[in-house]
């Protein structure tokens, strides 16, 4: 077996939270599996964008979620098969759509959000509300770095 902490990054915060957020999709997706949910972290986290902000363009929500042109289109055609969203033509920009929720995509939210509370919840707890806060402004730091130095 290969050893996946090389000397080079011992104590890499970058792996260190590379590792995290992967862990962090994968348990989201198997909380998500074990409710009846075919939806990926991905898709349930889009979808729930758009039960909050009807209408709004596929570039905005590809912008708002980091993801390229392509890959948010290929989620859009995924949930608009599954009959969660439904897409209309911009009235401004014929060449662009809106994008909205359908009631079974809200629904599918409201029935997930207990769950993803309940998954927030027990990964979380192993932080005290004050450690949490201040993991979230440590992130949000380096979040902000990273934008300035790759804009």
């Given at each position: 077996m290969i050893n996946n902490h090389p000397k080079l990054f011992d104590n890499s915060l970058g792996l260190l939270l590379g590792?995290?957020?992967?862990?962090?999709?994968?348990a989201l997706r198997r909380a998500l599996q074990?409710?009846?949910c075919?939806?990926?972290?991905?898709?349930?986290?889009?979808?729930?964008l758009l039960v909050e902000n009807q209408g709004?363009?596929?570039?905005?929500l590809a912008e708002t979620c980091q993801k390229?042109?392509?890959?948010?289109?290929?989620?859009?055609?995924?949930?608009?098969?599954?009959?969660?969203?439904?897409?209309e033509r911009n009235d401004m920009d014929r060449r662009a759509y809106r994008i909205y929720s359908t009631a079974e995509g809200s629904n599918m939210?409201?029935?997930l959000?207990?769950?993803?509370?309940e998954f927030r919840r027990s990964v979380f707890n192993v932080l005290?509300?004050?450690?949490?806060?201040?993991l979230s402004a440590l992130l949000n730091k380096i979040i902000i770095q990273l934008e300035q130095l790759a804009p």
């Open positions: 590792h995290a957020a992967h862990a962090l999709k994968n074990e409710a009846g075919d939806l990926t972290p991905e898709q349930w986290f889009i979808l729930a709004v363009s596929q570039r905005d390229d042109v392509a890959n948010m289109a290929r989620i859009i055609d995924i949930l608009e098969k599954k009959k969660f969203i439904r897409r939210i409201n029935e959000t207990p769950v993803y509370h005290e509300p004050e450690e949490q806060e201040v």
